[in-house]
């Protein structure tokens, strides 16, 4: 009890405290202010669509998602409204990175909701083997993108995502999803350090979804010599 009186007792106890304080307001109002300032910032390249200061956005976004998440839901921005600006600027971010890695060790993951309600595929331990029945678009676009040198996978979840990456080692991958699917798979793959680029489908649902293929050709094209793409996606994407 008299060591613990002496503690309390101690004449340098009070100033430590107060400079501790003092610290700790400075770093809570610095966060404040500095998330305020970015979200400001991305406010303003949402309405003009174009990415001003995309890095310094990017760091934010590393230190400070939850704050600017919350100040975006009081300045009434939607949910998807956010999560579409977050894709577009991780996406913005990486297009050099992900250019300079060999389509020999890029991986494309394709949600399962995109192929058809009769699809006629079994799940394996390495998602839907596509029997390209013809039902819907996967076949043919698996068959575009393996020409290429993609490995491709059509898959249920991010738990397949997992596993397909620790087996195979790719160092980039393409994930295609809903907003929500996207997001949670570029920070999965940001964590376990591979360089990611984000499609978004335009429907979402369970079943027999959509996206914009050409988007996907796109992104699938970058960084990769013409002469090695073939015909038929120099025809979808003129």
Request: aromatic letters at 10%.
């Amino acid at each position: 009890m008299s060591i613990d009186l002496a503690f309390w007792n101690n004449p340098y106890w009070a100033p430590l405290m107060y400079i501790i304080g003092e610290v700790t307001l400075i770093i809570i109002l610095g966060a404040l202010v500095t998330s305020l300032i970015l979200v400001f910032i991305s406010l303003y390249s949402i309405r003009n669509k174009r990415l001003y200061f995309p890095r310094l956005l990017k760091a934010g976004l590393v230190f400070l998602e939850g704050l600017m998440k919350a100040f975006f839901r009081l300045l009434g921005l939607e949910d998807r409204e956010m999560l579409s600006f977050f894709i577009k600027l991780h996406n913005s971010l990486n297009t050099s990175d992900f250019e300079r890695i060999p389509v020999s060790e890029r991986a494309i993951f394709l949600p399962q909701c995109l192929r058809s309600s009769r699809c006629p595929a079994h799940l394996t331990p390495e998602g839907l083997k596509c029997r390209s029945c013809g039902q819907c678009t996967i076949g043919e676009v698996r068959l575009l993108l393996e020409k290429m040198g993609y490995q491709v996978f059509v898959v249920p979840g991010s738990s397949f995502i997992k596993r397909m990456t620790k087996k195979y080692h790719p160092k980039a991958m393409i994930g295609v999803g809903c907003l929500p699917e996207v997001k949670e798979g570029i920070d999965m793959a940001d964590k376990m350090g591979l360089v990611v680029m984000g499609v978004v489908t335009l429907k979402e649902g369970c079943v027999e979804t959509i996206v914009n293929w050409t988007d996907v050709y796109e992104v699938a094209m970058l960084g990769i010599d013409p002469a090695s793409i073939p015909e038929d996606l120099h025809v979808l994407t003129s």
